[in-house]
C-alpha cells in the first residue's frame, strides 16, 4: 500500500508526464529509491497507482538493468561487460570483485552491503574498464582502484586477484 | 490489380497486400513466424526474408522482411535467391540455439509451424555446442500447458492476448536471450479466449492441457468438421477422437463466422461426452423383468405412444441444443400442436420475437464479421462476453481498429467496459427503458417522457442523447441485446432502436442487430415450432390436469427451463409415462420412466441454426459411447413403430440427410438447409473422406495381442459422405467437408493458409454454411409502435428485510450446461454466490466471501438457499445477482423484485486442501 505522503510525491511526478505509460519508469526508479527494490508489492502498488496492468509494468521492471527485481545490497556494483571493457580486462575485475566480496555475478555479499550485477556499455569505452557503483560512475580499473572504490583496502590479505 | 514478378514469374496480387501476403496468396512457400492474418506484420522474427530488386537492371537486389513491404505494382522479389534462402536457414539456426531438441515429448511435435518452418528453410544440423538458457514454467490455469523453453520469441502470443484480445495479465518480461512470456505471478490466465495461444503460438509453449491428459498427435486423430455447442453463435469447430474418446477440439477456419478463433467454452467444453455421467444403455424404471436393450425398449415405447396418441394424452418437449432433424422428427410424432421446443416460456417469446422482426425488416442480423466493424454498438441488457464470447472479441476488433464507439448496459462492468464510451450499470428494465428513450431521441422526441427518465438513474439521460447522437451518424450501427436477462422489453427496445434508425436515415444506414442466444440451435428449434406449439406453462398445466399423461423429452433438462422445480417435478410425477433422450444424467432423467441414452453432437451429425440465423451441418466425429444412438434415430424408430398415421414416409429415412430434406421439404422458411453441405451418400471418385489422416498409425495395433487382423469394424456411416479410415479419397472435397487442415510442408494450423483464397480472407469453394434470413427491402415496419416498454413485477409490499431485484449473472464458464460438465470448465467456475453492491451487503450486514443462509421471497414464495456473498461496486444498489444456468438457482428465472433475508451465517470450514 502506498503511504499518503507516498501518493502526494508520485502525484507531482506523474504530473510531468503527459500519459501514465509515460510515467511508468520514473514511478518504478522512486519506488526503488525509497524501498531499496522493487518487490512483487511494490509493483502491485505501482500498478495500482498508475492504473496499468501489473504484467505490463513488470515488462518494464525486468527489461531495464537498474530496476531491482530482488533484494540488493547497500551498495550495487554494476559491471559494464560490453565489448571495449571486455577487451580491456573486465573479466579480471570482475572475478576480483567476486574473489573480495566472496560472490558471484548477480549475488549480494553476506553482509549486505555490495551487490554485483552486469551492465551494459556506459559509454566510457576510452576508459574502459568501466562501472558504476550507486550513482557514481568509475573507470580506468585497476583491482587496487575497485579496493580503494568500494572501501576494501584494509581487509586486503583474504581473496585477491589469482588469475 | 498490381502485378508483382517473383522468381521471373508475374502474379497478381490484391490490393493493399504485402509481399509475405501476395507470396502466400499464390500458394507458394516462404517460412514466416511472427506475421499473422489477423494479428498484423511487425518484422520481428526476419524468417521471411527475400531479396528485392529495384528494377530488371538490378542483379544484386537486397534482402527485405517481406512482410514488412508492401507489394506495388512492379515489385521484383525473388524467393529461391541463395542469398534470401541462406539468411532464412540461417534465422532458424539462430532460434535453434536455445529450443530444445524435445519434439518427440512436445505436444506440438507433428503438427509445430517451428518444425514445418526449419524443414522448409533446409536448416538440418546443429553447430551450436554449448548450454541453452532455460526457463521456469508457471501453472496457467485448466486449460493452457506452459513450457518456455521452447519460446522463440515471435511476440505473436502476447500481440493475440493483449492487443487484439485485450487481456491484461500475459506479459513480456525481461530481455536479450531472457524474454519469457508469462504472467506476473503462477495462475490461472483469465482471458476467456486464451485457448487461441494454443493454435496462435508456432511452437509448444502454449498447448492444450486437456490434450495432453489424453494425448494423441495429430495424425492419429480422428476428425469432421463440426459446430461448438456451448452458445448460439455456431463457431465452426474440428473436434477429434481416438479410440471412442474426443480428445480436443480447435478452430475450424471460418471466415464469415469465428475466423481463426474460438472461446474457452468451446475449445475445452468438450470434455462432458467423455464423462462418467454419460448415459451409455436404455434404462427402464418398470419392474417386468425385461431386459432394456434398445430392441425391447423401442417396442414397450412404441407401444405406449400409439396408446397415448390414441388417448390424446401425447406431447413432447425439443430441444435448443438438438438439431434440427431430430426436434423435427419429435414434433412429427407428437404434431405441432402437442410439440414444445423446449425454451423458457420467456425466452421463446423473445426468439419468436426476433425472428418475426428479422423476416419482416431491411435491418441484417450481424455475422462475427459483420460485428468486427461496425462504427458504433450499443449493447442492450446483455452480457456480452459471457452470453456470446465471441462476439465480445469481434467488439473489441471493432473498437480496436473501426474506431467504434461502444454504450453498453449491463448488471456490472465487464470486460468490454474499457473500451466502451459509456459503460452503464442497469437492471435489464432499465436497459429497455434506456433502449425506448434512445428510440424517443432519435424520432426526434428530445425529452423522453418522464416516466421513462425518472426510472434512470441520474444522468442517464446525457448517455442516451449522446448514444442517440453517435447511432445517427453511424454507417453502420449495431445493437446487440441478450436473452440471458430473461427480458422481453430488452430486444422490444433493440428492435426499436434498430426500426429507427431504419426510418430516420432513410435508408442510408445499414443498422446490424444481433441477439446473443445461450444454445446452438435455439433459433433453429424456435422456426421449426413456429410459434405453434403450447407453451410450457400450458404444457404443465395439461400435465397436472390429466390432460397430457405421456411426455418425450429430447435433450433437454427441463428443470432449467421452468423456473419452479417443486411444481415440475410433481408435474412429472404425475405423469404415466416420461420417455427422456439424453446424454447426461440431469434432474430430468432422474424422474423418467424411460431414457434413452442418445449420441453428443460430436457423435453424430445434423443441422443447427445459429444466432445469426446461419444454417450449419455438423458431422460424425467419432462413434457414440456406450449404446448410444443419435437422437433422430431412435424417434424415427418410434415413429415407425408407433405406426403412426403418415409415418410411411419415415421408413425411408435412413441417413441424416433423408430427414433434412423432409423437414426442409416441410418448413418453407428452412427450405435452403438442404444445401449447405453435401448428403451422406456424397462421394468424391466414388470414394469416401477419410476421417483419419493419411499418415495414421496404429490403425490395428491395440488389439493385437489377440489378433493382428483389423477385427474392429469401422461403424457403419450412411450419415456423412466421411469415413472411419484412413482410406479414401485424398484431394480437396467442398469446404462443408473439411475434416482436417492439413497440406504438404504445413503440418501445423498455420496450412489454413493453403485453403483460402487468399490468407486470412474466404475458404476457397465459399465459406461453409448458409445464412436462412437475409434482410429484405422493408424500409417500414412497426413504426408507430412508439416506447413500450416491459416491466417486472411492482415492488413487493409488507414486512420486509429487503427488497432487491433478482437478475441472471451469466458466467463465461458455469452458465452454460454442457461444458459445465467438463472437468477443466468445471475447475474454472466461479462457486454459486450472490453478488451485492457493497452498500447494499453492509445494509444487510453481510461481508463478502461469507456464506449465509438466505431466505428469498418472491409473491409470496418462499426460498431458502445458502450462498456465499461476493461484492461488486458497480452494480446497481437494488439488485441482488445470481448465477444463471446453475442447479442452485434454477428455481428462478427472469428478474424479479424479491424480500432477502439473511437468517443466519454458516460457519466457514477450512478451506479443501487441493487434491495432489
Known amino acids: 500500500m502506498l503511504t499518503p505522503e507516498e501518493r502526494v510525491e508520485l502525484d507531482e511526478m506523474r504530473s510531468h508526464y503527459p500519459t501514465v505509460r509515460a510515467a511508468s519508469v520514473s514511478v518504478l526508479k522512486w519506488l526503488q529509491k525509497h524501498r531499496g527494490y522493487l518487490s512483487d508489492e511494490s509493483m502491485r502498488d505501482a500498478a495500482d497507482y498508475l492504473g496499468l496492468p501489473v504484467a505490463e509494468l513488470d515488462g518494464l521492471a525486468t527489461f531495464y538493468n537498474l530496476l531491482f527485481r530482488q533484494p540488493v545490497g547497500e551498495r550495487v556494483i554494476c559491471l559494464c561487460d560490453s565489448i571495449s571493457c571486455w577487451m580491456c580486462g573486465s573479466d579480471r575485475i570482475r572475478r576480483h570483485i567476486e574473489n573480495r566480496l566472496a560472490i558471484r555475478m548477480g549475488e549480494t555479499s553476506a553482509d549486505g552491503r555490495f551487490t554485483l550485477v552486469p551492465v551494459v556499455c556506459l559509454g566510457n569505452c576510452d576508459h574502459a574498464p568501466s562501472m558504476i557503483v550507486g550513482d557514481e560512475l568509475f573507470h580506468d580499473l585497476t583491482p587496487e582502484k575497485v579496493d580503494q572504490i568500494l572501501g576494501l583496502e584494509d581487509t586486503g590479505s583474504h581473496g585477491g586477484d589469482h588469475d | 490489380m498490381p502485378k508483382v514478378t517473383i522468381d521471373n514469374k508475374t502474379y497478381d496480387v490484391a490490393e493493399g497486400r504485402n509481399l509475405l501476403e501476395a507470396i502466400l496468396d499464390n500458394k507458394l512457400e516462404l517460412p514466416y513466424f511472427c506475421w499473422h492474418p489477423e494479428l498484423g506484420s511487425v518484422g520481428s522474427c526476419r524468417l521471411c526474408a527475400v531479396k528485392q530488386y529495384r528494377d530488371e537492371d538490378d542483379k544484386q537486389g537486397r534482402l527485405v522482411t517481406s512482410c514488412m513491404m508492401p507489394a506495388t505494382d512492379g515489385a521484383r522479389i525473388s524467393i529461391a535467391d541463395p542469398e534470401a534462402a541462406e539468411f532464412r536457414r540461417s534465422v532458424i539456426e539462430w532460434l535453434m540455439i536455445n529450443h530444445p531438441h524435445d519434439c518427440p515429448v512436445c505436444d506440438e511435435g507433428g503438427e509445430c509451424h517451428l518444425q514445418d518452418m526449419t524443414v522448409m528453410t533446409g536448416h538440418a544440423h546443429r553447430r551450436y555446442r554449448g548450454r541453452k538458457r532455460t526457463f521456469t514454467n508457471q501453472n496457467l490455469g485448466p486449460f493452457i500447458h506452459h513450457e518456455m523453453n521452447r519460446c522463440i520469441q515471435c511476440y505473436r502470443c502476447v500481440r493475440f492476448y493483449r492487443e487484439y484480445a485485450g487481456g491484461e495479465d500475459l506479459g513480456v518480461f525481461a530481455s536479450k536471450n531472457h524474454v519469457y512470456f508469462g504472467r506476473f505471478e503462477e495462475g490461472a490466465l483469465e482471458l476467456p479466449f486464451a485457448g487461441n495461444l494454443v493454435e496462435v503460438c508456432p511452437t509448444g509453449v502454449f498447448t492444450d492441457k486437456t490434450l495432453h491428459r489424453h494425448f494423441t498427435r495429430k495424425w492419429d486423430l480422428q476428425s469432421a468438421p463440426s459446430i461448438c455447442t456451448h452458445c448460439g453463435l455456431g463457431c465452426n469447430t474440428l473436434p477429434a477422437s481416438r479410440y471412442g474418446t474426443l480428445r480436443r477440439v480447435t478452430s475450424r477456419y471460418n471466415s464469415e463466422v469465428n475466423g481463426y478463433w474460438l472461446c474457452d467454452r468451446g475449445r475445452f467444453g468438450y470434455e462432458y461426452v467423455n464423462g462418467n455421467d454419460r448415459l451409455l444403455a436404455p434404462a427402464s424404471r418398470t419392474d417386468d423383468g425385461a431386459p432394456d436393450d434398445w430392441e425391447t425398449s423401442t417396442a414397450a415405447i412404441a407401444g405406449i405412444l400409439s396408446e397415448a396418441r390414441a388417448n390424446g394424452t401425447l406431447a413432447a418437449v425439443g430441444s435448443p441444443r438438438a438439431s434440427l432433424e431430430s426436434n423435427f422428427v419429435l414434433r412429427e410424432i407428437v404434431g405441432a400442436e402437442r410439440f414444445n421446443p423446449g425454451l423458457a416460456d420467456e425466452e421463446r417469446r423473445i426468439v419468436t420475437r426476433f425472428l418475426e422482426f428479422l423476416e419482416s425488416t431491411s435491418v441484417r442480423c450481424a455475422s462475427l464479421r459483420d460485428a468486427n466493424s461496425v462504427d458504433v454498438a450499443l449493447v442492450l441488457g446483455a452480457d456480452v462476453t459471457s452470453e456470446a464470447p465471441l462476439l465480445d472479441l469481434a467488439m473489441t476488433q471493432a473498437c480496436r481498429n473501426a474506431g467504434c464507439r461502444l454504450t453498453l448496459t449491463s448488471l456490472r462492468r465487464g470486460r468490454l467496459s474499457k473500451f466502451a464510451a459509456d459503460d452503464l450499470h442497469l437492471d435489464p428494465d432499465q436497459a429497455a427503458r434506456f433502449g425506448a428513450a434512445i428510440v424517443a431521441t432519435l424520432r426526434g422526441t428530445p425529452e423522453p417522457p418522464e416516466a421513462l427518465r425518472d426510472s434512470l438513474p441520474p444522468g442517464t439521460h446525457d448517455r442516451v442523447r449522446d448514444t442517440a447522437a453517435a447511432l445517427s451518424a453511424a454507417r453502420r450501427p449495431l445493437v446487440i441485446a441478450g436473452t440471458s436477462a430473461r427480458h422481453r422489453g430488452v430486444l422490444e427496445a433493440a428492435i426499436q432502436v434498430a426500426q429507427a434508425l431504419v426510418s430516420t436515415s432513410g435508408g442510408s444506414k445499414e443498422p446490424l442487430v444481433s441477439l446473443a442466444l445461450p444454445e446452438p440451435n435455439t433459433l433453429g428449434v424456435t422456426m421449426l415450432d413456429a410459434g405453434e406449439g403450447p407453451s410450457l406453462e400450458n404444457l404443465l398445466s395439461a400435465i397436472e390436469s390429466g390432460k397430457v399423461s405421456t411426455l418425450i423429452v429430447c435433450e433437454n433438462d427441463l428443470f432449467r427451463r421452468s423456473g419452479n422445480p417443486e411444481r415440475l417435478a410433481n408435474a412429472l410425477a404425475k405423469l404415466e409415462t416420461l420417455i427422456v433422450l439424453d446424454q447426461l444424467e440431469t434432474s430430468t432423467v432422474e424422474g423418467a420412466d424411460w431414457t434413452l441414452p442418445v449420441a453428443a453432437a460430436a457423435e453424430s451429425s445434423g443441422t443447427f441454426v445459429s444466432s445469426e440465423g446461419r444454417a450449419q451441418r455438423y458431422f460424425q466425429v467419432k462413434a457414440a459411447a456406450g449404446e448410444a444412438r443419435t437422437s433422430w434415430r431412435v424417434l424415427r424408430d418410434l415413429l415407425v413403430d408407433s405406426q403412426q ?66 477385427h474392429v469394424q469401422p461403424p ?77 413485477a411492482a415492488v413487493p409490499t409488507g414486512k420486509l428485510e429487503a427488497v432487491l431485484m433478482l437478475c441472471g449473472i451469466s458466467e463465461v464458464f458455469g452458465s452454460e450446461e454442457t461444458s459445465r460438465r467438463a472437468p477443466a470448465v468445471a475447475e474454472s467456475m466461479p462457486p454459486a454466490y450472490m453478488l451485492l453492491n457493497p452498500d447494499t451487503a453492509v445494509s444487510l450486514g453481510v461481508v463478502e466471501d461469507g456464506r449465509y443462509d438466505l431466505r428469498f421471497g418472491i409473491d409470496e414464495e418462499m426460498r431458502e438457499l445458502s450462498l456465499t456473498v461476493r461484492i461488486d461496486e458497480t452494480l446497481p444498489i437494488h439488485v441482488a445477482g445470481l448465477p444463471a444456468g446453475y442447479p442452485e438457482t434454477a428455481w428462478w428465472q427472469a428478474p424479479c423484485w424479491a424480500t432477502v433475508e439473511i437468517t443466519g451465517q454458516v460457519e466457514q470450514r477450512e478451506p479443501e486442501k487441493e487434491q495432489p
Open chain 2, 716 to 792: 457403419e456411416d450412411t450419415d456423412t459422405p466421411f469415413a472411419f479410415s484412413m482410406e479414401g479419397y485424398q484431394g480437396r472435397g467442398p469446404t462443408s467437408l473439411l475434416p482436417r487442415y492439413w497440406s504438404p510442408g504445413w503440418n501445423s494450423s498455420e496450412a489454413v493458409n493453403r485453403f483460402q483464397i487468399e490468407v486470412g480472407g474466404p475458404l476457397h469453394g465459399g465459406d461453409p454454411g448458409l445464412r436462412l434470413i437475409e434482410p429484405g427491402d422493408i424500409r417500414t415496419g412497426s413504426d408507430g409502435a412508439g416506447l413500450q416498454t416491459v416491466s417486472v
Open chain 2, 645 to 710: 398415421e403418415g409415418s410411411e414416409a419415415a421408413l425411408e429415412w435412413t441417413a441424416t440427410h433423408h430427414v433434412t430434406a423432409a423437414l426442409a421439404a416441410a418448413h418453407s422458411s428452412l427450405r435452403q438447409v438442404v444445401e449447405i453441405a453435401p448428403p451422406g451418400d456424397f462421394r468424391l471418385l466414388q470414394q469416401r473422406i477419410p476421417r483419419l489422416s493419411i499418415r495414421s498409425s496404429g490403425r490395428n495395433a491395440m488389439p493385437d495381442m489377440t489378433d493382428v487382423r483389423q
